[in-house]
């Protein structure tokens, strides 16, 4: 679809990246371009395709639903996992059982928890129908994503368009930031090495900085920075664990290549998660 349209390699591999962000695919996969549509289709403030952040972060967009249902007349409780979804007569939910023993009754229960957790884990499987329980069985969810939340005591400066003397954040980082991709090989590349259990040598990397444009998220100066990379396979080669020491290793890989593109953000790291 992309080559349809556009000429210049980069641009196709940077509007490649909302082919495959999130899937455990290659640009070339069949099936990409439906992915590629679910995510330019959306509109904000009626552009089409245009994203957004939620001022105050993404708590704040659970807070505004908190106090919404709250004034209502809602009663939120948290920290109380559901432990099963009670069935009355002909398999109707009735309410839930929390872990803690207590019943809570209810004509209705609706769950945000995944299909899996809700059907397979809290609902009493022989009163599932076994077609439907096999279909849920079988959803592939595997991600092949590992996000990075990083704490940096100044703006990231980018060798392709150097910061300002006064620090301030330019258009650029009030965007998407996309790093190794300059080209469709390079992310398909990226995603054969995860198909055969290997983190990217090279992720694909989308880095954004949400407090260029709502300061209050981090101390003047200091800025959050959200990283969204690819590919991390969900299991790794030779069955090795993802414990602490191949995580760091990821995360090392993904910080030595923005340092790449933007020397200095290393050493600017307060933390990261
Ligand atoms: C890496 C990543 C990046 C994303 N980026 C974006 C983005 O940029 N923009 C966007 O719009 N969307 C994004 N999404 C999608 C967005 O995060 C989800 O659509 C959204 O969080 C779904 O909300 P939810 O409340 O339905 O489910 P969830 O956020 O999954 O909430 C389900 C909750 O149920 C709880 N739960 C599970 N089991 C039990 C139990 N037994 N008892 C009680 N509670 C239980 C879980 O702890 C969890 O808190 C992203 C998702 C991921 C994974």
Partial sequence: ILDQWFESEPLKATLATDAVIGAMTSP???GSGYVLLHHVMG????????WGYVAGG?????????????ARGAHIFTEKAVCHVLLGKGGRAQGVVL????????????SNASPQITFLELTPQEELPKDFVQRIQQVD??????KINVAVDRLPSFLAAPNTRDGRPLPHHQCSIHLNC???HLLHQAFTEAAHGHPSSRPMIELCIPSALDPGLAPQGCHVVSLFTQYTPSV???GRPWDEQARNTYADTVFDCIEAYAPGFKASVVGRD
């Fill in 141 to 146: 969810t595997r991600s092949p994503v590992t």
């Fill in 99 to 110: 872990q803690d023993g207590t019943e809570v009754r209810s004509k209705l229960v609706l």
């Fill in 58 to 70: 993404m708590g704040a967009l659970s807070q505004a639903i908190a106090s919404a249902a709250a």
């Fill in 28 to 30: 070339h996969t069949p």
């Fill in 182 to 184: 300059e080209g469709t």
């Fill in 236 to 238: 790794l080669a030779g």
């Fill in 43 to 50: 509109q904000l403030d009626g552009r089409r395709g245009a």
